[in-house]
């Protein structure tokens, strides 16, 4: 098991990389002036080349994107263009309220994606399949950020039950875990939910329907294991499949939304990467794509060592 | 344990009491009144004395908590907002040498943290971004202060309560230009420099003015109360600010940052805050009719087509650009796409401005005038003239560009025009292709530019796009109008330091402009907001900025 996850570890470091080489390429070739933020386009033409060499964007991108990749190695992301803050500070005070709603929806679609998962594949072809199957392709299929939209109408304009933007009376860094900050939670919540909940429910009605028609499910029977029994192992067999395809949403959603987060003013890392790109404010958003790039990478890395200790068969892969 | 008779008397005199206390509560203290205010920005504006984010940085971040030596009249709906002293009394330029000015100083003003405003504090925020060698000298603060100010180089104390500015050319217009330096808190900056750890003096410069961002100290009618970076920042009112007409009569403002338009809307809506920034237009109807107020008025913008005069452009026929000034239906684009939230453009400024003028040539819609002004060009229904326009698909102050680029598009067809429309994302337009001008390959044949601008002062409004020698690279001068009339009429302006004979040599320019068909003058925004019935006493100058000191808000 060390072995594989020492090999796993080796793998990850060409993919940092690769990753911060074209997260910085992608933040430069893109058209634009880097201090939009903070030199106007009226700007006279000396005044911006004082302040490009200010900011070293005078110098050649090869040499930018190692003074950038040292720096980021020792731990300092640099400043932010636009606010003067460190980048670091900001990606990790946004990355945390990013994982705050991924936990939260993680909870809600992860467990309705197993519940009708499960369901559907157990009562495959009848009614109670059909429903199920329903709920997962609209939750696939309906646009989150107008999802998010007409919760809000419904549940903020018309019934004022919840808030519709925000994240707390006293914003995120006064969150706490009662019900006058978990009601601006619910919201966002909900809406980002809806796309991870159906891919589950459609991933484990596949896993539970294909199982279910394997010979060892009749063999089970045949020896007279009760249902729930039966069941015990079908989950276990479905657990590896289910389990990465969660990492993955779970990926996904610790990524943040840049649109569902946009709607909501959720300061999480889809708003502060929104930001970034309007203000054109490339330490930023270099910094916050690299962090979440490695999320990302981590992430995936814990999902195949967790793969790998429910089904050994994987090591030997 | 027992209570004796005595301790049970005492006991239910001291219930007596607090009941009584707790009932005389709500009379004994105001409740605090607070406006909470949605803004179209995605993040707060830097508050440390000089905003990004354009002029709803100022609005919400500068004008708030800081002063300029001079301000904007905000008090007025009606009347054009013109330049009033600020943290200055009296100002006149040096009979001898027109670059040196001197600017006597409000006496007994005091920042936010108790220190004294003088001279010494004015040297030393011109300093912060015209002064490479001062400890306090902010790169970050250069570009969005001194582009507005493009001709300032020092400041010098003359006594406590005077100070000497100077120009690198003799400029008429350094008083206007001058709102836009506020003056931070030297004390308080100095405080954190001190307080920050290491040797490396720049390091310590920045540590310094990060710590002020987050505890932030100028002479406005707000202080900064509390911030949490890109969520809030909570203002509460300066009961000891020097203008006494401009207390806030509103305890607390609280200003949060909601990019998206119908995110604005619903917050609104349901109540949680008081006031939004350009609400979704789609919403309006539906904001008024469930009581809400929707404040607009003329701002200092326009939104145009700005001309390429290279050699070739079509434009350079002076019929071409009248007759497509006078194709426009602008009445018509303003009530039926814009559901009224424009004014229709007959110039940069409209009459009652004091830099309006008289132009002769009148803007209007005039359908034969302007078909017949085609002909004459050699235009017509079976030669029709091909003219292209780099525009965006949003962005600051663009209003509705794709449909209203559309609506030209249809309206001068009428006029023979074949108008195609190239669209680039807004940061790329502003930042790269405007400045690049109508030569480079960025234009990609267009031979006309939609990008909007601000017509608050005259360097911004005329000077950067008639005279000659703003041409790309030096600024934008996109389509390299080379007048001499203008250039002429440029340099008599800033010279002219009598502000009343100033402002007519502005006046004769800005007509000037208009008689030439300079731009295709289409609309000026109205900067609407929707504000809750409970706000009253708010007035929407004619400006970007506003004066939030007189809005008051029953609970």
Known sequence: MLVYIARRIVYVIPI???VALVCFMLVHITPGDPLVAILPADASQELANQMRAAYGFDRPLPVQFWLWLWKALNGDLGHSIATGRPVLTEVLRAVGNTVTLAIAAAIIGFTLGLFFGLIAG????????????????????????????????????????LPAVGAGPGGSSAWGWDWDHIRYLILPAVTTSVIPMGIVTRTVRSLTGDILSQDFVEALRAKGLRETHVFRHVLKNAAPTALAVMGLQLGYMLGGSILIETVFSWPGSGLLLNSAIFQRDLPLLQ???????????????????VQAAIDPRIKRT | MRIGINSKAQLFATAMLAVAAMAALPCSGRAESVVRIGMTAADIPRTLGQPDQGLEGNRFAGGTMYDGLTMWDLSSADKPSVIIPGLATEWHVDDKDHTKWIFKLRPAVTFHDGSPFNADAVVWNVDKVLNKEAPQFDVSQVGVTASRMPTLVSARKIDDMTVELTTSEPDSFLPINLVNLYMASPVKWQKFYDAAEGADAKAKSQAAWAAFARDASGTGPWKM??????????????ENYWDKARVPKVDKMLLLPMPEPNARTAALLSGQVDWIEAPAPDAVAEIKQRGFKIYANEEPHVWPWQFSRIEGSPWNDIRVRKAANLCIDREGMKDGLLAGLMVPATGTYEPGHPWRGNPAFQIKYDLPAAQ????????????????????????????????????????????????KIDVVEWNTLFSVNWRKGAKDPSATGSNAINVTYSAMDPFFALVRF??????????????????????EMVKKARQTFDPAERDKALAELH???????????????????????????FVQPKSWLVDFSTMTITP
């Open chain 2, 466 to 487: 008639l005279q000659s020698g703003m041409a790309p690279p030096v600024s934008n001068n996109w389509g390299y109008i080379n007048n001499p009339k203008f250039d």
């Open chain 1, 16 to 18: 940092v990389l690769s």
């Open chain 1, 287 to 305: 910094g916050t794509i690299l962090v979440l790039a490695l999320f990302f990478v981590f992430l995936n890395l814990i999902v195949d060592v």
């Open chain 2, 511 to 537: 007509a000037a402009s208009v008689d030439d068909a300079a731009f295709l003058y289409v609309a000026h925004d109205v900067g609407p907001r929707a504000l809750s019935p409970k706000i009253t006493g």
């Open chain 2, 372 to 419: 017949k002004l085609m002909q004459e060009a050699g235009y017509g229904p079976n030669k029709k003239l091909s003219v292209k326009v780099q525009t965006s698909t949003s962005g600051s102050g663009q209003m509705l560009p794709l449909p209203m680029n559309e609506y030209l598009q249809q309206a001068l067809a009428e006029c023979y025009f074949d108008v």
């Open chain 2, 225 to 238: 109360s509390s911030f949490t970076p890109r969520e809030r920042l909570e203002l509460v009112k300066n």
């Open chain 1, 122 to 161: 157990y009562f495959r072809g009848t009614w109670i399949d059909r429903v199920a199957t329903s709920i997962a392709i609209a939750g696939v299929s309906v646009p989150h950020y107008w999802l998010g939209m007409v919760l809000v109408i419904i549940f903020s304009v018309e019934l004022n039950w």
